[in-house]
């Protein structure tokens, strides 16, 4: 299987990307923030819930917490965090580098609205080495994700 960047590249090769390939690690928020020398706020984490057996992806901003009850009621949805197991087999990518679209299959999509107080945000990119910059707005269009407060 090729690696999860090598995917994502292929999966993505349409939308004009430019992946950012570090020797050190981006897999936390802060390893992210420091290798892009951009703020943690700007760092896209994706996070795998459930809402019984339906997966939901929440972009989170680094440093935000999600409230999963809290979001989960705005859905109208009872969500708990997937495992890793769980994360790979739905996303096709490994906790720390799974991206906020490109995936086997669309997923149902949330992210975070204080993503929008920035102009440019950056995203794993199918390891935890791999990341990408993106406007908010882009970000949105390609995951198709609805905007919440998710804290």
């Known amino acids: 299987m090729a690696k999860g960047v090598d995917r994502f590249r292929a999966n993505t090769a349409e939308l004009g990307l430019t992946i950012v390939e570090h020797s050190a690690s981006t897999h936390t928020a802060q390893e992210a923030a420091d290798a892009v020398g951009a703020p943690v706020a700007a760092i896209v984490k994706s996070l795998l819930f459930l809402a019984e057996d339906s997966p939901v992806l929440i972009l989170a901003s680094g440093p935000n917490r999600v409230d999963s009850e809290a ?40 992210m975070d609205e204080d993503f929008f107080a920035l102009e440019e945000l950056w995203a794993a990119a199918g390891s935890s080495l791999a990341v990408f910059a993106i406007s908010p707005a882009r970000l949105q269009e390609l995951s198709d994700a609805r905007v919440l407060r998710i804290t």
């Open 71 to 110: 979001v989960g009621e705005r859905l109208g949805l009872a969500l708990s965090k997937a495992d890793a197991d769980t994360v790979k087999s739905v996303t096709g990518f490994s906790i720390g580098g799974v991206p906020p679209f490109g995936h086997p299959q669309p997923l149902m999509t949330v």
